[in-house]
């Protein structure tokens, strides 16, 4: 996505995870980057992990979380139940399907109460971008996908037919601009009900035990 619409889906959808937050008091950002959505949400104690200095310093300055550790997402490991919930926003997608998989086996065990994913629905290409390697797309996710492995899923940001591709195939964009704002709004009540049409995915798993 350009970066005004990372901002757009940001805005939207930081309410939402503040509901999904409430009651956690420690949270594992996983892949933080350097603009959170956990930069807008109150929580007690948050440690975000990312491998690309230059995203983790610009993080550090804004003081989203409180601990910073410079790491493979795909490596590290942290105890049972070491945080109440644990959040991968836009990360997936830049790990193969099987990475991503064993990474949301590990991050249920590491989390007390819940686990959040927001991801694009199905493979949106995208190339390497700001220097950084990791930004490659590697995977697309579906929603049954998600729900094997015990995930909810909601859509996100509208109906997926209304994106495409900018003119160097990397990033994904609205069609018919400001019209296409408009229609995305529209059918986001359809698509948070059938996820295989949205352009985004939104899951949650939570623990029962």
Known sequence: MTSFQIKRSYRKLTPRLKEELSGCKTVLDLGCGKTSMLHYCEVNFSVGVDLFDPYLEESKKKGTHNKYIKADITKIEFEEDEFDAV??????????????????????????????VFTPNGFVYQGDREKNPLQVHKSGWKPLQLKKLGFKVRG??????????????????????????????????????????????????????
Request: net charge negative; no cysteine; glycine share 6%.
């Open 87 to 116: 959040i991968l926003m836009d990360v997936l997608e830049h790990l193969s399907t099987e990475e991503g998989k064993e990474l949301l086996i590990k991050a249920k065990k590491w989390a007390k109460r819940k686990v959040i």
């Open 156 to 209: 996100v940001e509208g109906w997926k037919k209304l994106y495409g591709y900018n003119d160097k195939l990397e990033h994904s964009s609205l069609k018919f601009g400001t019209l296409g704002m408009v229609a995305a709004d529209i059918t986001r009540v359809l698509t948070y009900l059938l996820p295989e049409h949205a352009f985004e995915l939104w899951a949650v798993w939570e623990n029962d035990n």
